[in-house]
């Protein structure tokens, strides 16, 4: 789950993390009392959506007038802002953040993820903040500083003094500042179950202070019910409404740009899938898993939603029957054709537990446009073909 930049800074105030302070408006009279409130001479007017490259879209401005505060917020309010991440669609701006004027002296760059390969989380930092770290990572590996933190032992000083060290940042006063920031930083990660923390930038000021000049965090949403509090940080305007749909009967769903819908039982399962289908020159046009309690009506879900895509022009069924049964699978495939409209070729690879059962249920359901496959190769080569044709 993610979260607002605001309430990324308002968790980080309860951990201690520095941050410049700042106030939420969803109007621009709100906007301008937040700027009065704030005092000073330099305000930074902040669109609130979940999407990073605001600042490129128009959507972070610096402003030096109370009239241009309000100016600004009522230019930003029900804008659609479009960065490199929300797609030409855009998102729509429903708040604002008025945040105080820091004198910046230096950038970097500070997160902390979880690295699955090492299985802990890693702090990474970089030298350069206000970057966009993927085309750092693909461009200058070797610029990123990487830390592991065991998390059997928990974040050390000793850690803290190697980024520091490689930061070249020497002077004592910053280096205990920002040790205290890390420290900090690594608490609420991991207390409040985060899945990433991301500060770009982390800015040094002229006092030799470290503040989150920006805040992206993500909650690991299979610990959610252990932070019942967070619930009410969930913003259903910000997230696909078909994804949130599909969570409601145990599906996870995400959206792609292929051609190829993808319905498979286990995550590993349906990557290998979509592994398999671009292999063969296709490209899938989402990620749905139907988990180990499927039934008919979940399965006519998802075909439900799969089928919202105008783009797909077939759909892969691929089920290993393990602890979901293919039978299940075969009698949601029914349910969702007379339930739904569906107008393009269905491939269906079911093995496993109840396989035969249900093929012989398929056979005799007698529906349009079913292809059946041998296996995972054959049947994503027969969707490619299919999509190909219409």
């Not at 496993?352 to 005799?364: K, M, P, S, V, Y």
């Amino acid at each position: 789950m993610n979260i607002h930049e605001y309430q990324a800074k308002q968790l980080f105030a309860k951990h201690g993390v520095p941050a410049p302070r700042g106030f939420i408006a969803n109007t621009p009279a709100q906007a301008l009392k937040n700027a009065q409130e704030l005092g000073g001479k330099v305000w930074v007017v902040k669109a609130q959506i979940h999407a990073g490259g605001r600042g490129l879209g128009g959507g972070v401005k610096v402003v030096h007038s109370l009239s241009d505060v309000k100016k600004t917020a009522t230019e930003m309010l029900g804008m659609t802002l479009v960065t490199h991440q929300t797609g030409p669609e855009g998102k729509l701006v429903r708040k604002v953040y008025i945040e105080e004027g820091i004198e910046i002296v230096d950038e970097l760059y500070l997160s902390i993820v979880l690295d699955r390969a090492l299985e802990m989380p890693i702090i990474m930092a970089l030298s350069e903040g206000g970057m966009d770290i993927e085309t750092v990572a693909h461009k200058y590996p070797e610029k990123i500083i990487k830390i592991p933190i065991d998390p059997d032992f928990g974040y050390q000083a000793y850690q803290g003094r190697k980024l520091i060290s490689a930061l070249k940042i020497t002077d004592k006063r910053e280096q205990y500042k920002l040790q205290n920031f890390l420290k900090a930083l690594y608490e609420l990660y991991i207390k409040n179950d985060v899945e990433m923390v991301e500060i770009n930038p982390l800015v040094k000021t002229k006092i030799g202070s470290f503040l989150a000049l920006d805040a992206k965090l993500q909650f690991d949403d299979s610990a959610l019910a252990r932070h019942p509090e967070f619930e009410e940080m969930r913003d259903i305007h910000e997230e696909d409404a078909d994804e949130r749909e599909a969570s409601l009967y145990g599906l996870s769903y995400i959206p792609l740009d292929g051609e190829i819908g993808c319905m498979v039982n286990g995550a590993g399962l349906a990557m290998g899938t979509m592994d398999t289908i671009n292999h063969m020159g296709g490209r899938p046009a989402n990620f749905l898993d139907v988990g180990g309690n499927a039934n008919p009506e979940t399965v006519s879900k998802g075909f439900e939603i799969i089928l919202r895509n105008k783009n797909v022009k077939a759909i892969f069924i691929n089920i290993f029957g393990g602890i979901v049964r293919c039978d299940r699978i075969a009698k949601g495939i029914i349910e969702a054709t007379k339930e739904v409209e569906v107008n393009v070729p269905i491939i269906v690879r079911l093995n496993g537990t109840n396989a035969d059962e249900a093929a012989f249920i398929l056979e005799r359901a007698n529906i349009k446009n079913l292809i059946t496959a041998t296996d995972i190769g054959d049947g994503a080569r027969k969707a490619v073909e299919a999509a190909k044709k219409a």
